[in-house]
T-cell receptor
Framework: DAGVIQSPRHEVTEMGQEVTLRCKPISGHNSLFWYRQTMMRGLELLIY????????DSGMPEDRFSAKMPNASFSTLKIQPSEPRDSAVYFC??????????????FGEGSRLTVL | GENVEQHPSTLSVQEGDSAVIKCTYSDSASNYFPWYKQELGKGPQLIID?????GEKKDQRIAVTLNKTAKHFSLHITETQPEDSAVYFC???????????FGSGTRLLVRP
């Protein structure tokens, strides 16, 4: 399996522009997570999907952030408008959760976002 | 909610020595404790995990111990090698939960 695939790997944009990050989870996984990593705050969970349904978006910073999962093989994280403080590495991760047991989380390589 | 504290933040050891990283958690309901290794420019990767019904688990040079009474768990790496240099994260999650809470990370440097 190719693992979790994220694109783009690097994105540099100007403040106010829209940014869309993409993720293809591992085939057969039923849970998908978006994390943000910064030096100051470490790894933060932004949103969690189970069977394509958003279960918990309490980590989404504000209304400028939105995420979708239209099908089991694709998810997007959108920031509109972007701000310099959004600069971070955004990770997508997927897992297969059975019942109440959380399966191993597999992370993508991340999308490094720089907002000027 | 769960809070995971990790220390030290940086650790430098000589090749061949052992390295120990410690974490504490706050939620007594947590029952799954994975450790992730993150190399430069890559995503975190699971290296070992332990569930609450086990006190210790080993995998070659890596071992994890869990003390549920004290609510702390540790990662032990023996005979360290330069390729062990990376950032290590501990994490904890509760039963029937999906939210993996990560520690702040430990940057391990193994000097040749």
């Amino acid at each position: 399996d190719a693992g979790v695939i994220q694109s783009p790997r690097h994105e540099v944009t100007e403040m106010g522009q829209e940014v869309t990050l993409r993720c293809k989870p591992i085939s057969g996984h039923n849970s998908l997570f978006w994390y943000r990593q910064t030096m100051m705050r470490g790894l933060e969970l932004l949103i969690y999907f189970n069977n394509n349904v958003p279960i918990d978006d309490s980590g989404m910073p504000e209304d400028r952030f939105s995420a979708k999962m239209p099908n089991a093989s694709f998810s997007t994280l959108k920031i509109q408008p972007s701000e310099p403080r959004d600069s971070a590495v955004y990770f997508c991760a997927s897992s297969f959760s059975r019942g109440s047991n959380t399966g191993e989380l597999f992370f993508g390589e991340g999308s490094r976002l720089t907002v000027l | 909610g769960e809070n995971v504290e990790q220390h030290p933040s940086t650790l430098s050891v000589q090749e061949g020595d052992s390295a120990v990283i410690k974490c504490t958690y706050s939620d007594s309901a947590s029952n799954y404790f994975p450790w992730y290794k993150q190399e430069l420019g890559k995503g975190p990767q699971l290296i070992i995990d332990i569930r609450s019904n086990v006190g210790e688990k080993k995998d070659q040079r890596i071992a994890v111990t869990l003390n549920k009474t004290a609510k702390h768990f540790s990662l032990h790496i023996t005979e360290t090698q330069p390729e062990d240099s990376a950032v290590y994260f501990c994490a904890a999650i509760g039963y029937s939960s999906y939210k993996l809470i990560f520690g702040s990370g430990t940057r391990l440097l193994v000097r040749p």
